[in-house]
C-alpha cells in the first residue's frame, strides 16, 4: 500500500512522518547550479583533489567513502572547508584565527581571543551567494526531508587515525529553511573556537585547521545509537570483553545516546556471528524527535519504556556493518546508526524485513491518531520497534533500514591534561562531592584549593611532589584523579599502597590495582626516610593538636560568615567586591586544607586500625583453624573475611557526626509534623515550601530552625551553581514528604544501631584477643571515631564557606547582568574566578564574550555521557554495560541485609518525593544533601564512591545497610525490582517478582516501610 495514503506514527511517539524513502540517495538526481557552485554530493566527497580531506574535511571525506563502497548513508552535501577560511581571513582581526588560538591554547589571551572570534563568527552574516545556495537546496530537498536536515562539522583533522574531534565540534539536527540553514553553519564553525577544542587540537600537535560542513537528510528514526566495534584499550574486562562489539541505543534520535543525555540499551554482540552475549534494557520514559518546531521530547507510552529499542533483525544487521567496516584490518570504530521503519528502499541501504505481511494495514491512519492520542495523555501506545519485529500488537511488522550516520576510528580521542596512554584517571570517590559536569566557577576554584591541599597534605607526609605533576584535571567538565601521579607519590610511603588506598576509596578493579601497584614500582623511598625525623615527630604533633586547630579554624569562619551576613555588598564598588571575593576564597583554601589534613589522619587511623587487626589475625590463624573457632576478622556470620569492613564496623557509631545531622534533625522535624494533622495535610497536598507556609507551632519552628541550621547545604552542593535550600528549599519539602508517608521514625534507635553493632563486635573481641592488644584496638578505635568526626566537621565547613562564596558570586552577577543587559542570569557561573577577580580590579566587566563561550562548552560538557569512574589514557565514549547475571558486586560500605523494593533515582533532585519508607534507594552516586533520604529508606546502592566516602560514613552512622562502586547498578536495576542488599559482603542480588514503582518495600526481619531495622547477621 502506498505510504502516501496514510502517514505512519513514529514508534508511536504521536509524530507523524510522511513518505519514509526519502532520505535515500537519488542516484542522477541533478542539483540545481545555485547549489553545485557552493554544495558537493556527499558521495563526491575524498575521490578527486579538489574534494580531498583537506578540502571537504575528514567527517565528509569518510561518509564519501562509505557511500561509493555501497554502505547506507543518508544523502547529504558538503561545503568546502576554504570557505571557513575565507570568512576567518575576512570577519577577525589580526591574530584571532585558529593557528594563532591553538598556539596560545590555555593562556587567558587566547581564552579571550577564541571568545571574541566565537562572536564574531556567529553574528556576521553568510556570503550573499552561500545563502542563495542554501536557500535554493532547501527548496530542492524540502518534500523529501520532513524532518529537515542535519548540519555537522567536518574539520581537516577530523575522523581520521590520530585525530578525532568527537564531540568537540557541533551537529545541529533538524534544520529547516535556509536562515535556519545559515545560522546551523554558523555555529558548526563556531564550536571550533571552543577552548576545549583549541587545547585537543594543541595536543594532538595539530597546527591550523579549517572546518568544512556536511549537510544531510535526517533519517526518520524510530530507533538510534551508537555501534563500538571493540572495546577502547583499557575497557577489556568482565563487563566487555576483547570478542566482542558493544551497541548503546534509543528510541528516537541517537542524540541522548551520542550527547548522554538519556539512559541507553546496551548490548553485547559477539564478534564472530554477532550472537547477543548480554543485553541491559534501560527505562526510556522520553525520547527526541522532530515536532513542527524543530527538536522536541516526547514521551514513550507506558508498554515501551522497557522495551528494546532495537530488535533481533536490527542488531543483526548491525553486526553485518561491522563486519564489512573491518574487512582487511581496520578499526575499532564508533559508529552511529540510525534505524527507521519503511515499505521499501533503494538500493545500498540495509534492509531487514521480518514476516511476508505488508509493512502497513489499511488502518494505518487509524491507528497513527489512537497512538497519538494515547501518547500525548500517558497511555499505551503501539509497541516498541522490537515487539514490533516480533509480530507484536500489530498486524505485520514493518521492514527496517539501518543507516550509518559517521564512522570514526574509536582511537582518535585526546588525553586528559597531565596524562598520556598510560595514565589512570578516576572520579570514583570524588565524583561523589561533585558529580556531573562542573560550572567554569566551580571547577576553578575545586581545582585550585584541591591541587593545593594535596600538595600540602603530601609535603606533611614527607613526600616529594614532582614540580608540573597534575594531580587533578578536567574531564568534560567532570573532576577526575591522575591515580597514576597520585600513587607514585603516595608510594613514597611505606604502607600506602594501591591496594590499600582504593580499598577504600572504590573504582578500581584487580586488574587496574595490579597496574598501579606496576607503575608505582621502583619509587624510591630514600627521600622520605631522610626527611622522616624531621616530617614524623612534625606530623604526630599536628595529629595531637588537630582538634584544637579545628576549634580555631571554626572562631576564625564563624567570625568571617558573620560578617559577610551583615555586609551589604550592594553599597560596595567594584574593587571591593573584588576584594571579598578574594578573602571568601582564601578562607576556602584554609578550609579545603584543613579538610584534607583531618581525612589525612582519618586515613591513617584507619588503616592503623586495619594493621593492628590484621597482625591479631595473623597471630591466631592456626589456633583458630585446629579449633574451629570463628575467624577474628569475619564480624558476626560473615561469610567471608574481612578485616578492613571489621575496622568500619567498630568506628561506627560516632556521635555528634556533622554529616548525620540535616537527617536526624529532618526527621524531628517530621515527628512534629506528624503530630500537627494541618501541617501534615498541607504538606502532602503540596501547600508547602516556606516555614511561613505551615501553621503556627512546633512543626513551623523546627522547619525553620532545620533552614537556618542546614540553609548552606544542598544536592550536588559543591557545585556553587545549585541554589543553597535557605534560597531554595524543594529539595527538603520532597524528602519531608517521603518521610510521613510512613511511621513516624525515631532518628536515636536509627544512630543506636550503628553503636550496638560497634559493641557487640568489641564484646566479641574481649573474649579472643589478650587485654594488652585489646587496649591498643580501643585506642586505635577511638582515634579513628575522632578523626573521622574532625573531617565531617570540616566537611560541613566546606559547604558552609561555598554557601558563602555563592552570595558573593551572585553579587557580581548582578553588577555583570546591569553592565551588558544582553547576559542571562547565573552568567557569573561561567566565569573562572581568575578571570571575575581580574575584571573586578581592573574595573572593566567585560566578560560577556567569555560568559558565551563557556556556557556553550559547558552545555556540551553536561549533555554527554559521563566518562567510566575509573579509565586508561583517554576517556572512551561509551556507555559501558552493567554485570550481567542476579548478583552485582560492589564494596561493603555499611552492614546489614535487607530486602525491598528499588527506586532509582535520577540524576539531580528530580521526584526525591517519590521514594517509598522501605525502599532501597539506587543512584550513580549520593552525597551529603541526600542523606536525609537514608532515613526512610531500608539500604543504599550507588554505583560511585568508597567505604570511606561521606555518604557511607553516614549510612554506618544510621545503621542502614549500603554497598557502594556497583557499575552500571542504576541500568542493571528498575524501580521496582525486588532486591536483597548484602552490605557485609557487598552483594545486590535481585529476587524474583517485580513491583509496581510505589509499593513500598518490606525490611528483611522487620515490618514494611522506614523505621525497621535491618536484618543484623546473627552472633558467631
Not at 572504590?506 to 626527611?531: D, H, K, T, W
Request: charged residues 25%; neutral net charge.
Amino acid at each position: 500500500m502506498p505510504l502516501t495514503q496514510a502517514a505512519e506514527p513514529c514508534y508511536s511517539l504521536g509524530i507523524d512522518v510522511a513518505d519514509p524513502t526519502r532520505t535515500a540517495r537519488a542516484d542522477g538526481a541533478t542539483d540545481p547550479p545555485t547549489v553545485r557552485e557552493w554544495l558537493k554530493p556527499l558521495e563526491s566527497a575524498g575521490l578527486r583533489r579538489h574534494t580531498s580531506a583537506k578540502r571537504v574535511g575528514g567527517k565528509a571525506a569518510s561518509l564519501g567513502r562509505l557511500l561509493r563502497d555501497g554502505f547506507p548513508v543518508p544523502r547529504g552535501w558538503v561545503l568546502d572547508a576554504r570557505c571557513f577560511t575565507e570568512l576567518v581571513d575576512r570577519q577577525l582581526p589580526p591574530g584571532h584565527d585558529l593557528a594563532t588560538l591553538i598556539r596560545l591554547s590555555g593562556t587567558r589571551a587566547g581564552v579571550d581571543r577564541a571568545a571574541r572570534a566565537r562572536d564574531r563568527i556567529l553574528s556576521e552574516p553568510l556570503p550573499e551567494a552561500l545563502s542563495t545556495a542554501l536557500r535554493a537546496l532547501w527548496q530542492a530537498v524540502e518534500q523529501e526531508a520532513p524532518w529537515g536536515l542535519a548540519v555537522r562539522s567536518s574539520a581537516t583533522c577530523e575522523d581520521s587515525e590520530e585525530t578525532s574531534m568527537a564531540g568537540l565540534a557541533t551537529t545541529v539536527l533538524g534544520v529547516r529553511g535556509e536562515a535556519a540553514l545559515d545560522a546551523a553553519i554558523r555555529q558548526v564553525w563556531a564550536s571550533a573556537f571552543l577552548p576545549r577544542a583549541l587545547a585537543y587540537l594543541a595536543h594532538a600537535g595539530v597546527r591550523d585547521v579549517a572546518m568544512g560542513v556536511v549537510l544531510q537528510v535526517m533519517v526518520r528514526a524510530e530507533a538510534a545509537g551508537v555501534l563500538f566495534t571493540a572495546p577502547p584499550p583499557g575497557l577489556e574486562g568482565e563487563h566487555w570483553h576483547a570478542g566482542e562489539r558493544l551497541v548503546n541505543a534509543t528510541l528516537g534520535l541517537g542524540a541522548p545516546v551520542v550527547d548522554g543525555a538519556a539512559a541507553a540499551d546496551t548490548i553485547r554482540l559477539a564478534r564472530d556471528g554477532g550472537r547477543v552475549v548480554a543485553s541491559a534494557v534501560a527505562q526510556k520514559r522520553r525520547a527526541l524527535v522532530v515536532g513542527a518546531a524543530g527538536l522536541e521530547e516526547v514521551p514513550v507510552p507506558e508498554a515501551s519504556t522497557e522495551q528494546p529499542a532495537l530488535g533481533e533483525a536490527a542488531l543483526r544487521q548491525l553486526a553485518e556493518l561491522a563486519e564489512r567496516l573491518e574487512q582487511g584490518g581496520k578499526g575499532p570504530f564508533d559508529v552511529e546508526f540510525a534505524v527507521e521503519a519503511v515499505e521499501e528502499g533503494p538500493p545500498g541501504a540495509a534492509l531487514v524485513v521480518d514476516g511476508e505481511a505488508p509493512s502497513h494495514p489499511p488502518e494505518a491512519a487509524a491507528a497513527a491518531g489512537a497512538s497519538s492520542s494515547a501518547a500525548s495523555e500517558g497511555g499505551e501506545g503501539a509497541p516498541s520497534p522490537a515487539a514490533r519485529e516480533a509480530g507484536e500488537g500489530a498486524p505485520s511488522p514493518a521492514a527496517r533500514r539501518v543507516w550509518l550516520l559517521q564512522v570514526r576510528p574509536v582511537s582518535g580521542g585526546g588525553f586528559p591534561e597531565g596524562g598520556d596512554a598510560d595514565t589512570i584517571w578516576s572520579r570514583a570517590n570524588v565524583g561523589e562531592a561533585l558529580p556531573g559536569a562542573a560550572t567554569p566557577l566551580t571547577w576553578s576554584v575545586a581545582r585550585a584549593f584541591s591541587d593545593r591541599g594535596f600538595r600540602e597534605a603530601f609535603a606533611a607526609l614527607g613526600c616529594r611532589v614532582p614540580r608540573g605533576a597534575r594531580l587533578v584535571a578536567n574531564v568534560h567538565g567532570r573532576f577526575y584523579l591522575n591515580l597514576t601521579a597520585f600513587m607514585r607519590i603516595a608510594a613514597q610511603v611505606p604502607g600506602l599502597s594501591p591496594r590499600a588506598l582504593l580499598g577504600m576509596s572504590g573504582g578500581a578493579s584487580e586488574a587496574l590495582i595490579a597496574r598501579l601497584a606496576e607503575q608505582s614500582e621502583g619509587v624510591s623511598r630514600r627521600g622520605f626516610y631522610a626527611r622522616l625525623p624531621l616530617t614524623g615527630p612534625r606530623l604526630l604533633l599536628r595529629q595531637a593538636r588537630l582538634e584544637r586547630e579545628v576549634a580555631a579554624y571554626e572562631g576564625e569562619a564563624l567570625w568571617a560568615q558573620r560578617a559577610l551576613s551583615e555586609l551589604d555588598m550592594t553599597l560596595l564598588p567594584d574593587d571591593a567586591i573584588g576584594t571579598t571575593l578574594r578573602s571568601v576564597f582564601l578562607l576556602l583554601e584554609r578550609t579545603g586544607t584543613r579538610m584534607l589534613h583531618c581525612a589525612s589522619a582519618s586515613l591513617a587511623s584507619h588503616l592503623a586500625l586495619c594493621k593492628a587487626l590484621e597482625r591479631i589475625a595473623g597471630r591466631r590463624a592456626s589456633a583458630r583453624s585446629a579449633s574451629g573457632e570463628a575467624h577474628l576478622d569475619a564480624p558476626a556470620g560473615r561469610a567471608e573475611p574481612n578485616v578492613e569492613h571489621l575496622a568500619q564496623v567498630l568506628a561506627g557509631g560516632v556521635r555528634e557526626l556533622d554529616s548525620a545531622g540535616p537527617g536526624i534533625e529532618l526527621a524531628r522535624v517530621a515527628e512534629l509534623v506528624m503530630q500537627d494533622r494541618t501541617a501534615r495535610e498541607r504538606l502532602l497536598a503540596g501547600g508547602v515550601l516556606w516555614p511561613r507556609d505551615l501553621p503556627e507551632g512546633p512543626a513551623r519552628d523546627a522547619y525553620a530552625r532545620f533552614l537556618d541550621a542546614y540553609g548552606d547545604r544542598a544536592v550536588r552542593e559543591a557545585e556553587l551553581a545549585t541554589p543553597r535550600w535557605r534560597e531554595d528549599p524543594s529539595p527538603v519539602v520532597a524528602m519531608l514528604t517521603a518521610s510521613l508517608r510512613g511511621a513516624p521514625g525515631d532518628p536515636e534507635r536509627a544512630l543506636a544501631r550503628a553503636r550496638a553493632l560497634a559493641d557487640r563486635e568489641m564484646a566479641m573481641l574481649e573474649t579472643r584477643v589478650p587485654r594488652l592488644e585489646l587496649a591498643l584496638l580501643r585506642t586505635l578505635v577511638g582515634r579513628a571515631k575522632r578523626y573521622v568526626r574532625l573531617r565531617e566537621r570540616m566537611r560541613t565547613w566546606v559547604t558552609r564557606v561555598l554557601g558563602m562564596l555563592r552570595r558573593v558570586a551572585l553579587d557580581i552577577d548582578r553588577r555583570l547582568r546591569r553592565l551588558d543587559p544582553s547576559l542571562e542570569p547565573g552568567s557569573v557561573f561561567f566565569c573562572t574566578y581568575e578571570e571575575l577577580a581580574t575584571a573586578l580590579s581592573s574595573g572593566r566587566a567585560d566578560v560577556g564574550h567569555l560568559v558565551r563561550l563557556r556556557r556553550a562548552e559547558h552545555l556540551r560538557d553536561a549533555a554527554r555521557p559521563d566518562p567510566p569512574a575509573t579509565f586508561i589514557g583517554r576517556p572512551p565514549p561509551v556507555v559501558l554495560p552493567p554485570a550481567s547475571g542476579e548478583r552485582l558486586l560492589g564494596l561493603p560500605a555499611s552492614p546489614g541485609v535487607v530486602e525491598g523494593r528499588a527506586r532509582v533515582l535520577e540524576p539531580g533532585a528530580s521526584a526525591l518525593d517519590a521514594v517509598a519508607p522501605g525502599e532501597v534507594l539506587v543512584a550513580r552516586t549520593t552525597d551529603v544533601g541526600l542523606s536525609p533520604l537514608f532515613l526512610v529508606a531500608a539500604a543504599v546502592v550507588t554505583e560511585l564512591g568508597g567505604p570511606m566516602s561521606h555518604a557511607s560514613i553516614v549510612a554506618r552512622e544510621y545503621g542502614i545497610p549500603a554497598v557502594v562502586n556497583v557499575p552500571g547498578v542504576t541500568l542493571a536495576i528498575k524501580t521496582g525490582d525486588r532486591l536483597r542488599i548484602d552490605g557485609d559482603r557487598g552483594v545486590v542480588e535481585r529476587l524474583d517478582e517485580r513491583a509496581s514503582p510505589t509499593s513500598p518495600g518490606v525490611v528483611a526481619g522487620g515490618a514494611p516501610g522506614g523505621g525497621a531495622a535491618p536484618r543484623a547477621a546473627p552472633p558467631g
